[in-house]
């Protein structure tokens, strides 16, 4: 069984993590803040009892100097019985006297002088057990005198009532807590499921699409990153598609053409091996055997330079040349078929203009463009060379009179294995990949190539070069 963990799950732990530890931190937040409340609002409270309680006392001292005692006594515990809080009064030696205790606990003790010194004038606040009597209090006391002795008055109330509060805090904020982290996480489940959703969405499309169904599309999502990548998702499927149609047809193009050439070479050599041609016509069907071959290889002589350009395989080495050489040495190639339709060639009479680029792809380049140029120019007509520096890239036409091309025709002739039907009329021998050949080679060295027509006037190929080192 995989130890792998689905993004809904890491999510909603992640996310139920975060907000259980958010709600700990805000408890610890809230038990020192009530903790801390607690304890001033109690030491407050005990200053003023004492302060309270001593003004009580002096009182009554001065109001009843024999009998004070009694009605002190009762007017602790009525003090007492009014603020919740303890009351004590002792003399200077730490000698109770009288105290709102009805229990007993206080009876007999006497305070220590080293609790007696830290009280002064002022109500004084403290932590202590009393003497062992109680367990850890709260004390406040100060010391008063009247008529006289020095007396102490002392304030006090167990630590036990502050736990009860910070006890009774924390349970409502426990059980607010339990409530609202179960709501969050009901939320949290499917803020999660729906977070995870299209990721599970992509993956099924992406089934598809590894099963070749290429029409899948991912739905528009309103989360902006989402979006983004079914965007790009769909686009990638939309090129996938394009892809596989390109890769049909050129697999149905291909076999078209080697097929062709093929089927004529084996239905010659059959026909020379059972003696349906007979000797003497050899030569003649050896020659179309001869030119069949010579298409084969120029077929995959261009289908390996194709693919070698597509996979980055070919490094153009370049170098500065003039633009002239590899135009002049192709037309010098042509020059039978230039004079046999009288063709008149213009526009090379210029100044010295240099390209840097690969000297043998550029020569491939106007090989192509200007035998199309020749087979497709009316008789009497005329070719024209055009050369135009713009920065780093100079513009290279080359246009030719004739027949032109349609609209229709414009979009497809760099497409591979593509030819007008005039084309496959005037040129058995081609193969329908020198202008695929030209625009990967333009692209190459990072120019661009267009072809522009006027129907029954000319056709114009126009591409650019870069004439020196970018950069440089």
């Known amino acids: 069984m995989s130890?792998?963990?689905?993004?809904?799950?890491?999510?909603?732990?992640?996310?139920?993590?975060?907000?259980?530890?958010?709600?700990?931190?805000?408890?610890a937040v809230l038990l020192l803040v009530s903790s801390r409340y607690f304890l001033q609002e109690k030491k407050d409270l005990l200053d003023r009892n004492t302060l309270t309680a001593a003004d009580g006392v002096a009182q009554m001292i001065e109001e009843s100097p024999t009998g004070w005692r009694e009605t002190t006594a009762?007017?602790?515990?009525e003090l007492a019985s009014r603020s919740g809080?303890?009351?004590?009064?002792?003399?200077?030696?730490?000698?109770?006297?009288?105290?709102?205790?009805?229990?007993?606990?206080l009876f007999g003790i006497s305070l220590s002088s080293s609790m007696l010194e830290r009280f002064g004038s002022e109500p004084v606040y403290l932590m202590s057990s009393f003497e062992g009597t109680y367990e850890e209090c709260h004390v406040s006391g100060m010391k008063f005198s009247v008529n006289g002795p020095e007396y102490y008055i002392i304030s006090l109330t167990p630590k036990s009532a502050q736990d009860d509060y910070v006890w009774e805090i924390m349970k409502i904020f426990l059980i607010s807590m339990l409530v609202v982290y179960i709501a969050v996480i009901i939320a949290v489940y499917f803020i999660a499921k729906r977070l995870s959703a299209p990721i599970i969405e992509i993956a099924e499309v992406s089934r598809e699409i590894g099963k070749g169904n290429f029409s899948v599309k991912l739905p528009e999502y309103?989360?902006?990153?989402?979006?983004?990548?079914?965007?790009?998702?769909?686009?990638?499927?939309?090129?996938?598609?394009?892809?596989d149609t390109m890769r049909n047809s050129f697999v149905a193009n291909v076999s078209h053409e080697l097929r062709t050439p093929m089927t004529?070479?084996?239905?010659?050599?059959?026909?020379?091996?059972d003696k349906t041609i007979p000797p003497e016509e050899y030569d003649h069907y050896l020659k179309i055997i001869s030119s069949e071959?010579?298409?084969?290889?120029?077929?995959?002589?261009?289908?390996?330079?194709?693919?070698?350009?597509?996979?980055?395989?070919?490094?153009?080495?370049?170098?500065?040349?003039?633009?002239?050489?590899?135009?002049?040495?192709?037309?010098?190639?042509?020059e039978s078929r230039l004079e046999a339709k009288n063709i008149d060639v213009r526009g090379l009479d210029i100044d010295s203009t240099y390209l840097y680029a690969d000297n043998d792809l550029i020569h491939q380049v106007m090989y192509n463009l200007i035998e199309n140029a020749i087979k497709?120019?009316?008789?009497?007509?005329?070719?024209?060379?055009?050369?135009?520096?713009?920065?780093?890239?100079?513009?290279?036409?080359?246009?030719?009179?004739?027949?032109?091309?349609s609209e229709d025709?414009?979009?497809?002739?760099?497409?591979?294995?593509?030819?007008?039907?005039?084309?496959?009329?005037?040129?058995?021998?081609?193969?329908?990949?020198?202008l695929n050949i030209v625009r990967s080679i333009i692209r190459l060295h990072g120019g661009k190539i267009m072809v522009r027509s006027v129907k029954g006037e000319y056709t114009e190929f126009v591409f650019s070069v870069p004439n020196r080192k970018i950069g440089k």
């Open 3 to 27: 130890n792998r963990k689905s993004i809904f799950l890491k999510y909603f732990v992640i996310y139920s993590a975060v907000i259980l530890i958010s709600f700990i931190c805000l408890g």
């Open 264 to 273: 004529s070479i084996g239905g010659f050599v059959d026909g020379m091996l």
């Open 376 to 405: 497709f120019v009316d008789n009497n007509g005329y070719i024209e060379f055009s050369f135009n520096s713009v920065g780093y890239m100079t513009v290279i036409s080359i246009k030719n009179s004739g027949e032109g091309l």
């Open 74 to 77: 009762w007017s602790m515990r």
């Open 293 to 334: 071959v010579s298409r084969l290889t120029r077929l995959v002589r261009s289908m390996l330079n194709l693919a070698k350009i597509e996979a980055g395989e070919l490094q153009p080495n370049l170098t500065r040349f003039s633009v002239l050489d590899p135009i002049v040495d192709t037309l010098v190639t042509f």
């Open 222 to 243: 309103n989360i902006y990153e989402m979006q983004e990548l079914s965007n790009a998702f769909n686009e990638m499927a939309a090129s996938l598609k394009s892809y």
């Open 409 to 434: 025709e414009l979009p497809l002739v760099f497409d591979r294995f593509y030819k007008t039907d005039k084309s496959r009329g005037l040129d058995t021998t081609g193969v329908g990949l020198g």
């Open 85 to 105: 809080i303890d009351v004590i009064l002792c003399d200077k030696n730490g000698k109770i006297i009288a105290s709102s205790d009805t229990a007993g606990r």
